[in-house]
């Protein structure tokens, strides 16, 4: 089983619509989780940190579920400037290491 | 400054060349790391560096060889390569190693010929 997996998509989406998709890990020691956006041939970017309470950067919500080992990301008003594979990422601490998924492809159509 | 810097940008090279990745970071973080990514796929691990020694080291073949000449500084060592080695390599930093956020240079895309 994947460390952390994710649904590939891709979200097609239009302009100004709300996208949420999740990730779930299997480490129940994870301790910290990240969304990381990635842009084509470019490299990953840190979004947004995940926190146990769930956090809102502007249009960005993300929400941690340790229950049932789940992270989500939503995305609300969609601009085409949003259309990126989305990385879900987490990390143990036990060995310092980031569990990438391989991705969300999210596709904001005018 | 709040940004990794990796140097060439592309490079093409033959399966008996001996070439160099360099990446630069002057946040004064103590971990970077090296990332391969092929297409379509996440970035995998395949060194780690804390406090300029070697931490981690992802079972990578011996023709790569990483260097940490000080705090800034990571450079990768390339020599005999083959063709399933052309990737993006990603070169990234943290605050610690036990720092989670990690600030990724732009890459360098090598082809093996």
């Known amino acids: 089983r994947k460390e952390v997996e994710q649904d590939p998509g891709p979200f097609n989406v239009p302009e100004g619509a709300t996208v949420a998709f999740n990730c779930t890990y299997s480490n129940s020691a994870s301790q910290s989780f990240f969304w990381y956006r990635q842009d084509c041939r470019k490299e990953p970017k840190l979004l947004m940190s995940?926190?146990?309470s769930g956090n809102e950067d502007g249009r960005f919500t993300a929400q941690l579920n340790r229950a049932s080992q789940y992270i989500s990301l939503l995305i609300r008003d969609s601009k085409l400037s949003d259309s990126a594979t989305y990385l879900c990422?987490?990390?143990?601490?036990?060995?310092?290491?980031?569990?990438f998924g391989a991705g969300t492809t999210v596709t904001v159509r005018a | 400054d709040t940004e990794v810097t990796q140097t060439p940008k592309h490079l093409v090279m033959g399966m008996t060349n001996k070439k160099s990745l360099k990446c630069e970071q002057h946040m004064g973080h103590r971990a970077m790391y090296w990332y391969k990514q092929k297409a379509k796929k996440p970035p995998e691990l395949m060194f780690v560096?804390?406090?300029?020694?070697?931490?981690i080291n992802e079972s990578v073949p011996s023709r790569f060889s990483p260097e940490c000449p000080n705090s800034s500084l990571l450079n990768l060592h390339l020599h005999a390569l083959q063709p399933e080695d052309s990737a993006l390599y990603l070169c990234?930093?943290?605050?610690?190693?036990?720092?989670?956020?990690?600030?990724f240079g732009p890459g360098t895309r090598l082809t093996v010929l």
């Open positions: 990422v987490v990390n143990t601490f036990a060995d310092y290491k980031l569990s």
């Open positions: 560096y804390s406090y300029e020694k070697l931490s």
């Open positions: 995940v926190y146990s």
């Open positions: 990234a930093s943290s605050v610690t190693s036990g720092s989670s956020e990690q600030f």
